[in-house]
């Protein structure tokens, strides 16, 4: 039958005794303000309708309930509408199996009453309602949307009486539903979507109850529709409501064991919901987000090949959480996920996770920093060609990294620097761009340019970094920075562990069995080094190049002695009494070596300039020790060796001479851009250089 609703306008219940076979008497007792008589009404009316039933007069039945529905049910007098809603019960109960039929007519004066301005009015549609339900049973399926909507406002509602008859109805139905084969999700889901958003603790209740009956139920897949409500779930996580919570949880935990058993999963839609719910402000998200996180990573492989980025974000961010549990569990999901994305053979775009792991690099969290730093050392290690292409954006952010206040940070920075920089054309950029970094930020250099360096001769080949960086810095035009940067290099030389090799190399460069190699490694740091006189002065000494070094300190009586300076050779008396110096303490006994006079000329040298202080007189004592033995020996003062052998004449000997006039020039250079300075400096003075003395 067609709904019964639209067919039928609204009359008085005076106009239709006559058509209807309903009697005035039973009219006027289902309109009673006396609830007996309304019952009583309408047995008289399941009776009359049993009887029409039996009889097969489908349009008698028809035309009471259209009365019913239309008259009472929609009367303006609540204990009309009260009659109507008992009647139609009356109804469905008479109609027993034959209920299906009527459904159309039935259902909508009831639904319509859940709305009701008078609770006790809801209260009847929901008894009504559960009424028709037990008859209807299966039938009322094709209507479930409509009950459940009507449910969800039944369950929403302040009165007592009318949750509680709603509780009793929401069983009813839930009991349909498990019992029936072919509800109908695809046109259910749409529904739920709309009130899974809702916070009224009732109403989230009921959803998450009805999800898991749903679950339960054997031809029933929840898990297809599961991104369809699982942000409504993660969100209940959050909920004030101890119970609602609790119900939350316990459905999230059934759907992951459900993920695990299944054969395959879809698991890109809930990806972009996890990743959102792990930036949640409530703690019981974010662990749940990450659990989740742990377990598709897991389950899913390498299937989750285009959410790498996003799962790394999501990573990210919980990695650094203020809660211990959840730093926990995102660490090992890390883990978890950057071994994922080592072995991952097939194809995958790089760009989204250098992105996001250049903008982790900025983050206000140690940990943070560190992890992305191990994700970018193991994507060079994987894919060093393809990560190639972004070394131009990357290096910036790597370099603004050494300023960390975390020393874990730079040490890491660095292994992924030096990583880089294992490509023969990235060598040079990497040096280059830590010079550059030094230019601009002298107190890097202060801090932590001895750290960066050392740090990178372990990772790298120490002799290739020193002769890149000498090379590098004779390009420069600024004299000051690389006079300072020659001092920090020159200090790590003669005193770090890790530039060893870098020493040997120059202690053999000027015996007549050295290396190509040695040479250079010397010629090419003298060549930087002189741009620091006492720098150069002690590489001389280094490197037992002392008829040099005795020809450098001699040309220290054309160089303008500072404060600086002076400080400089204190500190390399201090040194020369370290074990990096013990070979040349035991030249000072070998007084018949032709090197002795020029040894001892360059540390008398030396001695000349400092002033008395303890400096002086600590190498004074080692000059007086080794000058008594020589007495005592009765030496002969041994002449220097010929011209020639100075001049660089003998076979494989390096070329004195040229080093020393390298020396000169690039010290004159020094002078003439220290008056260069000076005379800027006066005018710009606005009293100029030769103005009077003020009055």
Request: net charge negative.
């Amino acid at each position: 039958p067609a709904n019964m609703m639209g067919d039928y306008e609204t009359n008085s219940i005076s106009s239709s005794p006559a058509e209807s076979p309903v009697t005035p008497a039973i009219l006027r007792g289902l309109g009673d303000r006396s609830y007996d008589k309304r019952k009583n009404a309408a047995l008289e009316i399941e009776a009359l309708v049993l009887t029409l039933n039996d009889a097969g007069d489908t349009d008698r039945i028809c035309s009471i309930i259209a009365l019913l529905g239309q008259d009472f049910a929609t009367s303006t007098n609540a204990n009309h509408r009260k009659g109507g809603l008992i009647g139609l019960a009356a109804i469905a109960i008479a109609l027993r199996s034959s209920t299906k039929l009527y459904l159309d007519a039935l259902l909508p004066p009831v639904m319509h009453c859940l709305d009701d301005p008078e609770s006790r009015v809801r209260y009847y549609a929901c008894e009504s309602l559960y009424n028709i339900a037990k008859v209807g049973k299966q039938d009322i399926l094709t209507y479930f949307n409509q009950i459940f909507d009507g449910l969800c406002k039944l369950y929403s509602d302040i009165d007592m009486d009318v949750k509680n008859g709603s509780c009793l109805l929401d069983r009813l139905i839930k009991e349909i539903v498990s019992e029936s084969e072919n509800f109908d999700v695809l046109s259910f889901v749409p529904l739920l979507q709309k009130y899974i958003r809702r916070t009224n603790p009732y109403l989230r209740k009921l959803l998450v109850d009805w999800i898991m009956v749903l679950d339960s139920v054997p031809d029933i897949e929840m898990i297809d529709w599961l991104p369809d409500f699982l942000d409504g779930l993660f969100n209940m996580l959050s909920d004030g409501n101890r119970e609602i919570r609790h119900a939350a949880d316990v459905a999230l935990g059934g759907f992951l064991r459900d993920i695990r058993e299944a054969a395959m999963v879809d698991f890109g839609p809930m990806v972009s919901i996890l990743v959102r719910q792990s930036g949640s402000k409530d703690r019981a998200n974010r662990l749940a987000a990450i659990t989740w996180i742990q377990e598709f990573i897991t389950l899913g492989g390498e299937r989750l090949i285009l959410f790498y980025s996003d799962l790394l974000s999501a990573v990210m961010k919980c990695i650094s959480d203020s809660e211990i549990d959840i730093q926990e569990v995102a660490g090992k999901t890390n883990q978890n996920l950057l071994e994922l994305v080592r072995i991952t053979t097939k194809e995958f775009d790089i760009a989204p996770l250098l992105r996001s792991l250049t903008a982790e690099l900025s983050s206000n969290h140690i940990p943070t920093r560190i992890a992305a730093l191990h994700w970018l050392n193991m994507l060079l290690e994987k894919a060093p060609g393809e990560m190639g292409r972004y070394i131009e954006q990357l290096l910036p952010a790597l370099l603004r990294t050494l300023s960390d206040e975390s020393d874990d940070v730079v040490m890491l920075n660095l292994q992924v620097l030096a990583r880089i920089a294992l490509a023969p054309t990235e060598f040079n950029r990497v040096l280059n761009s830590v010079l550059e970094l030094f230019t601009v930020d002298r107190r890097l250099l202060e801090i932590r340019g001895s750290l960066i360096i050392r740090k990178l001769c372990v990772l790298l080949d120490a002799r290739s970094i020193y002769m890149a960086l000498a090379k590098a810095l004779q390009g420069k035009h600024d004299l000051p920075f690389v006079g300072l940067m020659v001092q920090s290099l020159n200090l790590i030389l003669l005193t770090a562990s890790e530039l060893e090799e870098v020493r040997r190399a120059l202690k053999g460069s000027f015996v007549l069995s050295a290396t190509q190699e040695d040479k250079e490694v010397f010629t090419v740091l003298f060549d930087c080094w002189c741009h620091s006189p006492v720098s150069t002065f002690s590489l001389c000494l280094l490197a037992k190049a002392y008829h040099l070094s005795s020809a450098v300190v001699a040309e220290f009586r054309s160089i303008e002695i500072t404060v600086g300076f002076l400080m400089q050779v204190d500190k390399l008396v201090q040194l020369l009494e370290s074990p990096i110096f013990l070979h040349l303490r035991l030249q000072l006994l070998d007084v018949s070596s032709p090197n002795y006079p020029a040894l001892v000329t360059s540390l008398f040298g030396l001695l000349m300039l400092l002033p008395q202080s303890a400096a002086f007189r600590t190498l004074r004592d080692r000059l007086d020790a080794a000058c008594a033995l020589q007495q005592n020996l009765a030496s002969k003062v041994v002449e220097s060796p010929p011209e020639r052998e100075r001049n660089g004449e003998k076979e494989g000997k390096i070329d004195l001479e040229r080093l020393i006039k390298r020396f000169s020039t690039v010290q004159g250079i020094h002078e003439e851009a220290r008056r260069g300075i000076l005379r800027a400096a006066s005018l710009a003075s606005p009293e100029g250089i030769y103005s009077s003395p003020k009055d």
